[in-house]
């Protein structure tokens, strides 16, 4: 198994990272606590460094695993049934997560701590999904904290439908203390947590299952993602901690407005997806209508949707 890597002021690492996403073409950002780097394709977030520890907090996109680090998922969370869906009659295809995370995005500013990146319909999104839009991925430094907020601009003349969802890869161990077993999630309220399991095709069974917690908080293992990922919806949460039970340091990740949430790891993969979702996949049962997909969002001509979330290392 590759370990974490700390690239930060470390010659070896930053050739592995150089080679895999070609750093001459991302974006970084800096302060005095952190270091980011962020691949136009796809506005994915593919470092964050701790300057204080040294401690790469991003998984480093292994393709034997899984070749991403944060994907954004738009315009569906999850897959479709069938890939397919319905609109006004008309039958469209999309790829699990939608289209985004596989295209170019442009630099609309930056700055040492900040950048902003769009992506907008075009003809070739008009032939599977018929909105025009613009999408906009911003990326802010604030001491030890990055936050990173979604912005949907309906560029259209007539309402829009989509879905939104983050798929951040944090990796584990920190800096090589302990194993994967070590850590937990935390949240920050009292949850009674139901998960919705996914169906071979990957759509959402009609039956939840209970999730126990050991104090308010969901221990990890290779195992618990053995039948794909844990899906929520509602959680009272709005913070989730990733910790070890071997240090002090700890990964705070924060979040609102998302009622549907996604945990998921590769097999036998040193890292934990923490997904704040507006969507989710497919119901086995669903009838493939867009307009009556659970969880789609409608956005008025000319309006705009936000949401956003937040990490802090220490």
Not at 233 to 243: A, F, P, V
């Amino acid at each position: 198994m590759m370990k974490s890597k700390h690239f930060y002021g470390k010659t070896n690492n930053f050739r592995v990272l150089s080679a895999q996403n070609n750093i001459s073409k991302m974006i970084s950002l800096e302060n005095d606590s952190l270091k980011v780097w962020i691949k136009p394709k796809g506005a994915e977030l593919k470092s964050l460094v701790n300057k204080k520890t040294g401690i790469e907090h991003m998984w480093d996109s292994d393709p034997s695993f899984w070749a991403k680090s944060s994907p954004v998922l738009f315009p569906i969370v999850g897959g479709l049934k069938d890939d397919t869906y319905i609109y006004e009659g008309k039958s469209y295809s999309l790829p699990r997560h939608g289209f985004a995370r596989d295209n170019m995005f442009e630099t609309v500013s930056k700055d040492k701590e900040k950048a902003t990146l769009k992506f907008s319909s075009s003809e070739d999104t008009l032939k599977v999904y018929p909105f025009h839009f613009d999408f906009f991925i911003s990326y802010m430094l604030d001491g030890a904290s990055l936050a990173v907020k979604y912005s949907v601009v309906n560029k259209g003349e007539e309402k829009m439908l989509f879905s939104l969802g983050a798929h951040p890869a944090f990796a584990i161990p920190f800096n090589d203390e302990g194993g994967y077993d070590s850590f937990l999630l935390e949240f920050d309220a009292q949850e009674d947590l139901k998960r919705w399991p996914l169906s071979l095709e990957g759509l959402i069974e009609t039956t939840p299952t209970d999730l126990k917690l050991d104090n308010n908080a969901l221990n990890l293992s290779k195992e618990l993602f053995e039948e794909d990922a844990l899906v929520f919806k509602n959680l009272k949460s709005e913070t989730i901690t990733l910790k070890s039970k071997m240090s002090e340091n700890y990964l705070k990740f924060t979040f609102s407005d998302f009622p549907f949430f996604g945990i998921w790891a590769a097999k036998n993969a040193n890292f934990v997806c923490l997904e704040p979702w507006c969507g989710i996949a497919d119901s086995v049962e669903h009838n493939q209508e867009l307009t009556e997909k659970e969880g789609i969002n409608t956005l008025a001509a000319g309006q705009s949707f936000e949401r956003g979330w937040a990490v802090e290392v220490g």
